[in-house]
């Protein structure tokens, strides 16, 4: 997705409250990045670059904001009818809070929409419960990335 530089220069204040939405200028795509960075490059060392992924450039990107401030996010990549998760974080502060859940309500709508057959992640040990809950089942064995054990998860879309 090639982003516009924002001429708003209130491009990141948001109302009071949960907002889940696409994000739509650099500057927003840089507080997805910080995210990125506080979580998996800083927390838990899964990477020493959370910035230089090649499907950013074509895959919707969300960022979840609680009273003005960026809090959670997560991708959404589109081969044909599948659907790619990638990169769900939400920062410390904001975990339990349900930001995590509205991130990917948003993506699965999204995936449903454009009719994905199914969706596919590679969750973390410590969040098969949560995705599990939205869905999803673990289809293959654990495998380790960046120290940390993920299991290969799929949701079968919504039937059209």
């Not at 209130?10 to 994000?23: F, I, K, Q, T």
């Not at 500057?27 to 995210?35: D, L, N």
């Not at 419960?129 to 949701?155: A, D, Q, S």
């Amino acid at each position: 997705m090639d982003f516009q530089p924002s001429t708003d220069s209130s491009a990141l204040d948001r109302a009071a409250g949960d907002v889940v939405r696409e994000v739509e200028s650099l500057a927003e795509m840089e507080e997805v990045f910080r995210i990125r960075d506080e979580v998996f490059v800083h927390e838990q060392r899964l990477t020493r670059d959370a910035r230089h992924d090649p499907d950013d450039r074509t895959s919707i990107h969300y960022l979840a904001w609680r009273d003005g401030r960026p809090l959670g996010t997560g991708r959404l990549t589109l081969h044909g009818r599948e659907a790619q998760v990638a990169w769900v974080a939400v920062r410390p502060e904001a975990r339990g809070s349900g930001l995590g859940n509205a991130v990917m309500e948003a993506i699965i709508d999204r995936a449903d929409l454009e009719r994905a057959a199914y969706i596919v992640l590679n969750a973390q040990d410590h969040a098969i419960t949560f995705y599990e809950r939205l869905g999803f089942e673990i289809v293959g064995p654990e495998f380790t990335m960046g120290g940390i054990g993920h299991r290969v998860m799929i949701r079968r879309g919504a039937p059209r």
